[in-house]
């Protein structure tokens, strides 16, 4: 068996790596959230994806499957198999699952991720093209703010500049007036 990774920092979610994925192997992200696996045959078995070569899917994130297999699959890359061993609170609690898993129940599955896919209705390429649209309109946002920001500079300092030639103007009259008496 490979690196043992306490998952959750709490004992709560260990993986063992059973098998590696290929270096260049993708890995579940927000453009790939849903998930292909299937479950090996190991020791006791009450679910099994392996005999019948089954593949169960899932979004990750979403809370539709236990929160091991939430946290465990995110870490996982497309074809490596793990060991991942949940206790009861990051799997069925206190209730358990009858008549298969019972109540505290710690669990032990064995998980191959297959594949890891965009949402339905999205590609991985319009998933980017959105991200980079969105970006787009953030900096063009960033931009018309910072342009209005400079033609607001620019006009408090016209208005300051028009004061001070005023003020100046206002000045000048003033030495005039009182430079001019009548002569005699």
Known sequence: MGDVIDLTGD???I????????ADAIAPTEDLPL????LADNGEVFDTTHEDNTVFSFELGKGTVIKAWDIALRTMKVGEVAKVTCKPEYAYGSAGS???IPPDATLIFE???VACR???GSSLGSASE???RLEELKRQRELAAATKEEEKKKRED??????ARIQAKLESKKGQGKGKGKAK
Do not use: C, F, I, N
Request: aromatic fraction near 0%; glycine fraction near 10%.
């Open 15 to 22: 993986k063992t790596v059973v098998s590696q994925a290929k």
């Open 158 to 163: 016209a208005k300051a500049a028009a004061a």
């Open 35 to 38: 998930v292909d696996g299937v």
């Open 98 to 100: 009858p008549p298969d």
């Open 130 to 132: 959105e991200r980079t």
């Open 111 to 113: 998980v191959q991720l």
């Open 118 to 120: 965009p949402r339905k």
């Open 11 to 13: 004992g709560g979610v």
